[in-house]
């Protein structure tokens, strides 16, 4: 079992960066996939970048280049995972989600985290 956690969500303004966090606890060797997706007022949910468990990230077409993603395994009960936003657009702005894809088929979620950009 995992529990999820986002952090970090704020106002900015257009071409500023971001980083916004999740702090994952529970056991870590559940971890198949790790994921950040986000959710426009009006939209659907939608993919913004994946990282694996062997360290291979891949990123949606509308933040490639801008965004990146990453881990920080402090122990086998906790972990951070960070997508760092740079040049931030206005059509950025959603709540973002961390999500997991567990080993044994577990699938979990936080409770998400806004990012608004405007001017």
């Known amino acids: 079992q995992l529990r999820i956690r986002e952090f970090g969500g704020r106002s900015v303004q257009p071409d500023n960066s971001l980083t916004v966090s999740c702090v994952v606890t529970g056991s870590i060797a559940e971890i198949r996939t790790m994921n950040w997706y986000r959710q426009a007022p009006g939209n659907e949910r939608e993919l913004v970048a994946t990282?694996?468990?062997?360290?291979?990230?891949?990123?949606?077409d509308a933040v490639k280049g801008r965004f990146s993603l990453s881990r920080d395994n402090m122990s086998s009960e906790l972990m951070y995972l960070y997508l760092r936003m740079y040049s931030l657009r206005p059509e950025d702005t959603a709540i973002y989600y961390c999500n997991i894809a567990g080993v044994t088929g577990g699938d979990y979620w936080g409770q998400g985290t806004q990012v608004t950009v405007s001017s």
């Open positions: 990282l694996t468990d062997d360290g291979v990230t891949s990123y949606s």
